[in-house]
């Protein structure tokens, strides 16, 4: 199993520390950088991004200048994002098969099935020793 670790700051700013980096999240109205659900944003984006890469990469289609857009919006009860509109642009031209074909690739993407099929989750709460 993966490992993410989230460390406090400061104020409500962490640190979330991964095998391939760290980086600082700040609900604080982005004042060090962006708040947990823009990663969360940044993250569908990314893997939205990479899937259509690999594809287009082995298949000879053109991805400089690929952009995915993300227009989310945040519901109560419970408080959470409650809609997420993808958009992405493709340099082309393709056709309508050729774009049925990237929309099935962009489906494929882990954090999109994640978020399709929400995982499991457990929450433990632990005391430090002081």
Known sequence: MERTTVIYEQGIRFCAATAGGRVVCDPDAGSYGPSAPELLMAALGSCIGSVIVYFAERKGYKHEGLQVDMDWEIVENPHRIGRINVHVTMPGPLTDEERAI???VADTC???????HPPTMSLDLSVAAE
């Open 110 to 116: 882990l954090i999109h099935n994640t978020l399709s």
């Open 102 to 104: 990237f929309t099935r």
